[in-house]
Protein backbone atom coordinates (compact mmCIF):
# COMPACT_ATOMS: atom_id res chain seq x y z
CA UNK A 1 0.00 0.00 0.00
CA UNK A 2 1.14 3.57 -1.22
CA UNK A 3 -0.14 6.17 0.82
CA UNK A 4 -0.69 10.09 -0.01
CA UNK A 5 -1.79 12.89 1.77
CA UNK A 6 -4.09 16.23 0.27
CA UNK A 7 -1.70 18.70 0.15
CA UNK A 8 -4.17 20.58 1.94
CA UNK A 9 -5.92 18.48 4.77
CA UNK A 10 -7.64 19.29 8.42
CA UNK A 11 -8.31 21.84 10.75
CA UNK A 12 -8.45 25.47 9.38
CA UNK A 13 -7.28 28.49 11.01
CA UNK A 14 -10.80 29.66 12.45
CA UNK A 15 -11.50 26.44 14.03
CA UNK A 16 -7.70 26.22 15.89
CA UNK A 17 -8.65 29.64 16.90
CA UNK A 18 -11.50 29.23 18.55
CA UNK A 19 -10.19 25.96 20.22
CA UNK A 20 -7.30 27.61 21.43
CA UNK A 21 -9.41 30.58 23.03
CA UNK A 22 -12.17 27.94 24.77
CA UNK A 23 -9.28 26.15 26.43
CA UNK A 24 -7.88 29.30 27.43
CA UNK A 25 -10.77 30.92 28.48
CA UNK A 26 -11.43 27.51 30.95
CA UNK A 27 -8.18 27.51 32.11
CA UNK A 28 -9.62 31.07 34.16
CA UNK A 29 -12.91 30.48 34.34
CA UNK A 30 -16.15 28.00 33.96
CA UNK A 31 -17.00 27.97 30.34
CA UNK A 32 -20.39 27.34 28.47
CA UNK A 33 -20.52 26.85 24.71
CA UNK A 34 -23.48 27.82 22.54
CA UNK A 35 -23.64 24.88 19.81
CA UNK A 36 -20.68 22.74 18.81
CA UNK A 37 -17.82 24.22 18.59
CA UNK A 38 -16.70 22.66 15.68
CA UNK A 39 -18.21 19.82 14.53
CA UNK A 40 -15.83 16.90 15.06
CA UNK A 41 -16.35 14.33 18.21
CA UNK A 42 -13.16 14.05 19.46
CA UNK A 43 -12.44 17.65 19.49
CA UNK A 44 -15.81 18.08 21.43
CA UNK A 45 -15.22 15.29 23.77
CA UNK A 46 -11.31 16.85 24.57
CA UNK A 47 -13.32 20.50 25.41
CA UNK A 48 -15.70 18.25 27.69
CA UNK A 49 -13.17 16.55 29.39
CA UNK A 50 -11.22 19.54 30.21
CA UNK A 51 -14.50 21.08 32.00
CA UNK A 52 -15.93 22.82 29.33
CA UNK A 53 -19.71 22.66 28.72
CA UNK A 54 -21.69 22.37 25.79
CA UNK A 55 -25.13 23.41 25.36
CA UNK A 56 -28.04 24.24 22.45
CA UNK A 57 -29.43 27.40 23.54
CA UNK A 58 -28.80 30.16 25.69
CA UNK A 59 -31.60 29.28 28.45
CA UNK A 60 -29.39 25.70 29.53
CA UNK A 61 -26.33 28.15 29.89
CA UNK A 62 -25.30 27.68 33.81
CA UNK A 63 -21.82 29.90 33.44
CA UNK A 64 -21.32 33.79 33.34
CA UNK A 65 -19.54 33.67 29.85
CA UNK A 66 -20.78 31.81 27.08
CA UNK A 67 -18.81 31.55 23.94
CA UNK A 68 -20.19 31.63 20.35
CA UNK A 69 -18.84 29.36 17.87
CA UNK A 70 -16.55 29.61 14.76
CA UNK A 71 -19.79 29.43 12.73
CA UNK A 72 -20.66 32.48 14.07
CA UNK A 73 -24.41 33.51 15.49
CA UNK A 74 -26.79 35.83 14.53
CA UNK A 75 -26.99 39.76 16.21
CA UNK A 76 -30.40 38.58 17.44
CA UNK A 77 -29.35 35.21 19.24
CA UNK A 78 -26.61 37.24 20.63
CA UNK A 79 -28.49 39.86 21.97
CA UNK A 80 -30.62 37.46 23.39
CA UNK A 81 -27.78 36.31 25.23
CA UNK A 82 -26.89 39.08 26.38
CA UNK A 83 -30.20 40.04 27.88
CA UNK A 84 -29.85 36.87 30.32
CA UNK A 85 -27.37 39.16 31.99
CA UNK A 86 -24.19 36.32 30.24
CA UNK A 87 -20.65 37.36 28.97
CA UNK A 88 -20.68 36.76 25.46
CA UNK A 89 -16.90 35.84 23.93
CA UNK A 90 -17.04 35.39 20.04
CA UNK A 91 -15.02 32.72 18.35
CA UNK A 92 -16.65 33.48 15.57
CA UNK A 93 -14.21 32.71 12.20
CA UNK A 94 -13.31 35.96 10.61
CA UNK A 95 -14.54 34.54 7.22
CA UNK A 96 -17.86 34.50 8.73
CA UNK A 97 -17.35 37.98 10.14
CA UNK A 98 -16.82 38.65 6.29
CA UNK A 99 -19.99 36.79 4.68
CA UNK A 100 -21.95 38.36 7.39
CA UNK A 101 -20.79 41.83 6.36
CA UNK A 102 -21.00 40.89 2.60
CA UNK A 103 -25.00 39.84 3.90
CA UNK A 104 -25.69 43.35 5.14
CA UNK A 105 -24.47 45.22 2.52
CA UNK A 106 -26.24 43.46 -0.18
CA UNK A 107 -29.61 43.78 1.83
CA UNK A 108 -28.56 47.85 2.54
CA UNK A 109 -28.58 48.23 -1.09
CA UNK A 110 -31.73 46.73 -1.93
CA UNK A 111 -30.78 43.17 -2.78
CA UNK A 112 -33.20 39.91 -2.35
CA UNK A 113 -30.48 37.65 -0.50
CA UNK A 114 -30.76 34.00 -1.56
CA UNK A 115 -28.08 31.76 0.52
CA UNK A 116 -26.57 29.21 -0.87
CA UNK A 117 -26.27 26.54 1.58
CA UNK A 118 -27.97 24.04 4.01
CA UNK A 119 -31.02 26.15 5.52
CA UNK A 120 -30.53 24.05 9.18
CA UNK A 121 -26.40 24.91 9.49
CA UNK A 122 -25.72 26.97 11.97
CA UNK A 123 -23.87 28.98 10.06
CA UNK A 124 -26.74 29.48 7.81
CA UNK A 125 -28.72 30.08 10.29
CA UNK A 126 -26.35 32.99 12.02
CA UNK A 127 -26.44 34.75 8.71
CA UNK A 128 -30.59 34.08 8.21
CA UNK A 129 -32.39 34.62 11.78
CA UNK A 130 -31.62 38.88 11.71
CA UNK A 131 -33.64 38.64 7.80
CA UNK A 132 -37.01 39.31 7.01
CA UNK A 133 -36.77 38.23 3.64
CA UNK A 134 -34.69 35.85 2.49
CA UNK A 135 -34.09 32.25 0.32
CA UNK A 136 -31.65 29.37 0.92
CA UNK A 137 -30.78 27.21 -2.20
CA UNK A 138 -28.80 24.09 -2.39
CA UNK A 139 -29.59 22.65 -6.02
CA UNK A 140 -31.19 23.72 -8.95
CA UNK A 141 -34.54 22.34 -8.00
CA UNK A 142 -34.56 25.36 -5.43
CA UNK A 143 -33.40 27.70 -7.25
CA UNK A 144 -36.69 26.47 -9.84
CA UNK A 145 -38.66 27.29 -7.19
CA UNK A 146 -37.75 30.91 -6.37
CA UNK A 147 -40.21 34.20 -6.92
CA UNK A 148 -38.51 36.32 -9.17
CA UNK A 149 -37.59 39.57 -7.75
CA UNK A 150 -36.12 42.66 -8.94
CA UNK A 151 -32.54 42.10 -7.76
CA UNK A 152 -30.71 38.80 -6.00
CA UNK A 153 -27.92 39.18 -3.66
CA UNK A 154 -25.97 36.03 -4.00
CA UNK A 155 -23.57 34.84 -1.19
CA UNK A 156 -22.80 31.15 0.07
CA UNK A 157 -22.12 29.47 3.42
CA UNK A 158 -18.40 29.57 3.62
CA UNK A 159 -18.15 25.80 3.44
CA UNK A 160 -19.86 24.74 0.15
CA UNK A 161 -17.85 23.82 -3.01
CA UNK A 162 -16.88 26.45 -4.97
CA UNK A 163 -18.00 25.02 -8.68
CA UNK A 164 -20.96 24.47 -7.27
CA UNK A 165 -21.87 28.06 -6.05
CA UNK A 166 -20.93 29.15 -8.94
CA UNK A 167 -23.42 26.81 -10.84
CA UNK A 168 -25.90 27.59 -8.31
CA UNK A 169 -25.78 31.82 -9.18
CA UNK A 170 -25.48 31.30 -13.29
CA UNK A 171 -28.39 29.06 -12.82
CA UNK A 172 -30.47 31.70 -10.89
CA UNK A 173 -29.44 34.34 -13.53
CA UNK A 174 -30.64 31.79 -16.62
CA UNK A 175 -33.73 31.62 -14.59
CA UNK A 176 -34.45 35.23 -14.32
CA UNK A 177 -32.95 37.10 -16.96
CA UNK A 178 -34.95 40.34 -15.97
CA UNK A 179 -33.18 40.41 -12.53
CA UNK A 180 -30.22 41.90 -11.65
CA UNK A 181 -28.08 39.42 -9.50
CA UNK A 182 -25.12 39.90 -7.66
CA UNK A 183 -22.79 37.25 -6.79
CA UNK A 184 -20.39 37.77 -3.77
CA UNK A 185 -18.08 34.88 -3.74
CA UNK A 186 -18.09 34.14 0.64
CA UNK A 187 -16.68 30.53 0.13
CA UNK A 188 -13.40 30.55 2.16
CA UNK A 189 -9.93 30.43 1.29
CA UNK A 190 -9.68 26.91 3.44
CA UNK A 191 -12.27 25.17 1.89
CA UNK A 192 -11.19 26.48 -1.71
CA UNK A 193 -8.12 24.72 -0.69
CA UNK A 194 -9.29 21.31 0.75
CA UNK A 195 -11.59 20.95 -1.90
CA UNK A 196 -9.08 21.75 -4.67
CA UNK A 197 -6.16 19.23 -3.14
CA UNK A 198 -9.02 16.88 -2.59
CA UNK A 199 -9.70 16.58 -6.51
CA UNK A 200 -5.66 16.45 -7.28
CA UNK A 201 -5.53 13.28 -4.84
CA UNK A 202 -9.28 11.35 -5.88
CA UNK A 203 -7.56 11.11 -9.52
CA UNK A 204 -4.10 9.31 -8.60
CA UNK A 205 -5.72 7.36 -5.77
CA UNK A 206 -8.03 3.74 -5.96
CA UNK A 207 -9.18 4.54 -2.88
CA UNK A 208 -9.79 7.83 -0.89
CA UNK A 209 -10.35 7.86 2.90
CA UNK A 210 -11.97 11.51 3.99
CA UNK A 211 -11.88 11.77 7.89
CA UNK A 212 -14.01 14.08 9.61
CA UNK A 213 -17.15 14.52 11.66
CA UNK A 214 -20.49 13.01 10.90
CA UNK A 215 -22.08 16.14 11.44
CA UNK A 216 -18.93 18.37 9.14
CA UNK A 217 -20.58 19.84 6.04
CA UNK A 218 -17.08 20.35 4.66
CA UNK A 219 -16.42 16.57 5.31
CA UNK A 220 -19.22 15.37 3.76
CA UNK A 221 -18.39 18.02 0.46
CA UNK A 222 -15.10 16.86 0.41
CA UNK A 223 -16.54 13.12 0.50
CA UNK A 224 -18.98 14.16 -2.83
CA UNK A 225 -15.84 15.19 -4.61
CA UNK A 226 -13.48 12.38 -4.23
CA UNK A 227 -16.16 10.35 -5.23
CA UNK A 228 -16.38 11.76 -8.51
CA UNK A 229 -12.95 11.14 -9.67
CA UNK A 230 -12.85 7.89 -7.50
CA UNK A 231 -14.65 4.88 -6.65
CA UNK A 232 -13.64 4.07 -3.59
CA UNK A 233 -14.09 6.53 -1.01
CA UNK A 234 -14.39 5.70 2.32
CA UNK A 235 -15.51 8.63 5.34
CA UNK A 236 -14.27 7.71 8.75
CA UNK A 237 -14.84 9.81 11.42
CA UNK A 238 -11.39 7.89 13.80
CA UNK A 239 -9.19 5.15 13.12
CA UNK A 240 -11.41 3.09 14.85
CA UNK A 241 -14.24 3.37 11.68
CA UNK A 242 -11.35 1.59 9.14
CA UNK A 243 -12.61 -1.39 8.67
CA UNK A 244 -10.22 -5.09 7.86
CA UNK A 245 -12.39 -6.07 4.47
CA UNK A 246 -11.37 -2.86 2.85
CA UNK A 247 -8.16 -4.97 1.36
CA UNK A 248 -6.33 -1.87 0.78
CA UNK A 249 -2.84 -3.74 0.76
CA UNK A 250 -2.04 -3.01 -3.13
CA UNK A 251 -3.43 0.07 -3.36
CA UNK A 252 -2.76 3.25 -3.63
CA UNK A 253 -4.61 4.89 -0.76
CA UNK A 254 -5.29 9.01 -0.31
CA UNK A 255 -5.99 10.80 2.91
CA UNK A 256 -7.81 13.74 3.17
CA UNK A 257 -9.71 15.67 6.18
CA UNK A 258 -12.30 18.36 6.75
CA UNK A 259 -11.22 21.49 8.66
CA UNK A 260 -12.70 20.64 11.74
CA UNK A 261 -10.48 17.18 11.69
CA UNK A 262 -7.44 17.77 14.57
CA UNK A 263 -3.76 16.48 13.03
CA UNK A 264 -3.35 13.61 15.72
CA UNK A 265 -6.86 12.37 14.43
CA UNK A 266 -5.41 12.41 11.08
CA UNK A 267 -1.73 10.89 11.83
CA UNK A 268 -3.95 7.86 13.84
CA UNK A 269 -5.88 6.78 11.00
CA UNK A 270 -2.41 7.10 8.57
CA UNK A 271 -0.73 5.08 11.42
CA UNK A 272 -3.67 2.60 11.65
CA UNK A 273 -4.13 1.56 8.18
CA UNK A 274 -0.06 1.24 7.90
CA UNK A 275 -0.23 -1.20 10.97
CA UNK A 276 -3.75 -3.03 9.50
CA UNK A 277 -1.89 -3.79 6.10
CA UNK A 278 1.34 -4.96 7.76
CA UNK A 279 -0.72 -7.29 9.79
CA UNK A 280 -2.46 -8.65 6.34
CA UNK A 281 0.61 -8.62 4.87
CA UNK A 282 2.28 -10.93 7.45
CA UNK A 283 -0.86 -13.70 8.06
CA UNK A 284 -0.69 -13.79 4.05
CA UNK A 285 2.88 -15.02 4.64
CA UNK A 286 2.34 -17.38 7.09
S1 LIG B 1 -14.07 26.51 7.42
FE1 LIG B 1 -13.51 28.56 6.67
S2 LIG B 1 -15.05 29.91 7.54
FE2 LIG B 1 -15.18 28.00 8.68
S3 LIG B 1 -13.86 28.29 10.46
FE3 LIG B 1 -12.58 27.38 8.86
S4 LIG B 1 -11.63 29.10 7.79
FE4 LIG B 1 -13.35 29.90 8.96
Known sequence: MKIIRAEHRGMCFGVKDAIALALKTARQEPLTILGDLVHNETVLAELQARGVRLVQSPAEVMTQTVMVTAHGASERKIGETRRLGLHVLEATCPLVHVAHRSLTK????????????????????????????????????????????????????????IEKVRQLAQCLRDRFPNSEVRFVDTVCQ???????AAVELAQKCDVVVVIGGVHSNNTHELVRTCARFCARVHHVQTADDLRGDWSLADDVV????????????????EQRLINTTKEQHETCMV
Open 106 to 161: LVGEGFHPVIIGKRDHVEVRGMTEDLEQFDVVLCEEDVASLREQARFGVLAQTTQP
Open 254 to 269: GITAGTSTPDSVIAEV
Open 190 to 196: PTKQRQG
